[in-house]
C-alpha cells in the first residue's frame, strides 16, 4: 500500500525557510493531489496546501503568502517551503494523500488518507 | 472559513459503555448534488499521525472495527463508539473536505480517556 514519509532539518532559525520533502512509496504520485498539515504540539491541525502531480496547487490562505509545494513526479516526492518562520510554525509536519482524488478524468473532494508518520520542526534561534 | 466545533473537549467513559462525540459545522457541508456529506473522522493515539475512519460522514474505513460508526448531515455530526475499549484512548477529530478554498478545516478534537 501507498506509504509517505517525511525528511528534512528538525531545527530552522526565526525568519528562515522551512524545508521538507515527502517522499511517496508503493505507489505512484500521479493522478493525485497531495497535502501538507500541521500540528502545533499538544495542538490541532492545520491543513497547509495541496499539489496536484501536475503541479497546479492551492494553498491556506492564512499561510498563501509564505507558502510554496512543488512536486518531482520522477522521484515520488513532493516538496514543502515556509520562509519567515517564527516560534509559532514549531509544529509536527504531516504530508498526506488528499484532498482530492481523480479516476477516468473526473476529480472529486475526499478526506486525507494515508498519511506520513510526521516531522517536528523546532523554530529556534 | 467553515469552522468546525466538537463537543465535548474531553470525554471518560467506562469500558464497554458507549461514547458519543459530536461535531458542528458553520456552514452545511451536504452537497446537494450528490446527496454526500464532506465530513471525515480521525483517530489520533500519542506520537501517531491521524488514522482516517470515517469518511462521507458515515462509511467506515476498511479494518476499522465496526464498533465505530457516523452519523448526521449538513451542519450537525456525530461519532458513537458502541463499546469502549481500552485501544480506543485517543483524540478524535472531524474535517470537513467541502470548502475551498478556504481549506479543509479540522475541529479542536476531543479527548477521550477511561473512566
Known amino acids: 500500500q501507498v506509504q509517505l514519509q517525511e525528511s528534512g532539518p528538525g531545527l530552522v532559525k526565526p525568519s528562515e525557510t522551512l524545508s521538507l520533502t515527502c517522499t511517496v512509496s508503493?505507489?505512484?504520485?500521479?493522478?493525485?493531489?497531495w497535502s501538507w498539515i500541521r500540528q502545533p504540539p499538544g495542538k490541532g491541525l492545520e491543513w497547509i496546501g495541496y499539489?496536484?502531480?501536475?503541479?497546479?496547487?492551492n494553498y491556506n490562505p492564512s499561510l498563501k503568502s509564505r507558502v510554496t509545494i512543488s512536486v518531482d513526479t520522477s522521484k515520488n516526492q513532493f516538496s514543502l517551503k515556509l520562509s519567515s518562520v517564527t516560534a509559532a510554525d514549531t509544529a509536527v509536519y504531516y504530508c498526506?494523500?488528499?484532498?482530492?482524488?481523480?479516476?477516468?478524468?473526473?476529480?472529486?473532494?475526499?478526506?486525507?488518507?494515508?498519511w506520513g508518520q510526521g516531522t517536528l520542526v523546532t523554530v529556534s534561534s | 472559513d467553515i469552522v468546525m466545533t466538537q463537543s465535548p473537549d474531553s470525554l471518560a467513559v467506562s469500558l464497554g459503555e458507549r461514547a458519543t462525540i459530536n461535531c458542528k459545522s458553520s456552514?452545511?457541508?451536504?452537497?446537494?448534488?450528490?446527496?454526500?456529506?464532506?465530513l471525515a473522522w480521525y483517530q489520533q493515539k500519542p506520537g501517531q499521525p491521524p488514522k482516517l475512519l470515517i469518511y462521507?460522514?458515515?462509511t467506515r474505513e476498511s479494518g476499522v472495527p465496526d464498533r465505530f460508526s457516523g452519523s448526521g448531515s449538513g451542519t450537525d455530526f456525530t461519532l458513537t463508539i458502541s463499546s469502549l475499549q481500552a485501544e480506543d484512548v485517543a483524540v478524535y477529530y472531524c474535517?470537513?473536505?467541502?470548502?475551498?478554498?478556504?481549506?479543509?478545516?479540522f475541529g479542536q478534537g476531543t479527548k477521550l480517556e477511561i473512566k
Open positions: 508503493g505507489g505512484s504520485i500521479s493522478s493525485y493531489y
Open positions: 456552514q452545511s457541508v451536504l452537497y446537494s448534488s450528490n446527496n454526500k456529506n464532506y
Open positions: 462521507w460522514a458515515s
Open positions: 499539489i496536484y502531480y501536475s503541479g497546479s496547487t
Open positions: 474535517q470537513q473536505y467541502y470548502s475551498t478554498p478556504r481549506g479543509y478545516t
Open positions: 498526506a494523500r488528499g484532498p482530492r482524488y481523480c479516476t477516468n478524468g473526473v476529480c472529486y473532494s475526499g478526506p486525507f488518507d494515508p
